[in-house]
T-cell receptor, first 115, second 110 residues
Framework: DAGVIQSPRHEVTEMGQEVTLRCKPI?????LFWYRQTMMRGLELLIY????????DSGMPEDRFSAKMPNASFSTLKIQPSEPRDSAVYFC?????????????FGEGSWLTVV | GQSLEQPSEVTAVEGAIVQINCTYQ??????LSWYQQHDGGAPTFLSY????GLEETGRFSSFLSRSDSYGYLLLQELQMKDSASYFC???????????FGAGTRLFVKA
């Protein structure tokens, strides 16, 4: 089975540029999460969706960040304009709610460097 | 708000047993999960507890005490490949928001 697929895997961009990160969740999963990981702040939840609907975006750091999930098989996280402090690994993850819990499956991450 | 506390670093020798503790505070607790992450990799699921008690999966066990807002991950027969970061994560009621702790870096020495 294909896991969570993220693109790009690595991106280096200049400050002020727009960055779009893409995610294809595991087919059939009803939850999609965007996390950001840095040494200083650890693994932060930015936003999550249930059945394509954003449930909680309280972790989105600023208005420069936006996320969409137009359908069950695709989500984007956009940063516009990007800043050096946005440099991090961005993980997309998905899960299927069941009685035995909420196992979250992570993609390999998008490594973003803003210079 | 939510908060999770776990030790930043633990060192143990190959073949030994190590316990990584996690205490949490949350407005609505549903379950506690554990994830492993190797350097440069993605977090991967290890274990989940929604009820009090011990869950065992091979060399890994996880324990939860809801009344104490406390859980731990127990790793037995440590191997070098177990050197990684281990995260506890709280799943909240309602929307099932999942928040991760800062992680515990485990070093396994020969």
């Amino acid at each position: 089975d294909a896991g969570v697929i993220q693109s790009p895997r690595h991106e280096v961009t200049e400050m002020g540029q727009e960055v779009t990160l893409r995610c294809k969740p595991i087919s059939g999963h009803d939850y999609l999460f965007w996390y950001r990981q840095t040494m200083m702040r650890g693994l932060e939840l930015l936003i999550y969706f249930n059945n394509n609907v954003p449930i909680d975006d309280s972790g989105m750091p600023e208005d420069r960040f936006s996320a969409k999930m137009p359908n069950a098989s695709f989500s984007t996280l956009k940063i516009q304009p990007s800043e050096p402090r946005d440099s991090a690994v961005y993980f997309c993850a998905s899960s299927l709610r069941s009685s035995s819990g909420n196992t979250i499956y992570f993609g390999e991450g998008s490594w973003l460097t803003v210079v | 708000g939510q908060s999770l506390e776990q030790p930043s670093e633990v060192t143990a020798v190959e073949g030994a047993i190590v316990q990584i503790n996690c205490t949490y505070q949350t407005s609505g607790f549903y379950g506690l999960s554990w994830y492993q992450q190797h350097d440069g990799g993605a977090p991967t699921f290890l274990s989940y507890n929604a009820l009090d008690g011990l869950e065992e999966t091979g060399r890994f066990s996880s324990f939860l005490s809801r009344s104490d807002s406390y859980g731990y991950l127990l790793l037995q027969e440590l191997q070098m490949k177990d050197s990684a970061s281990y995260f506890c994560a709280v799943e909240e009621t309602g929307g099932f928001k999942t928040i991760f702790g800062a992680g515990t870096r485990l070093f396994v020495k020969a």
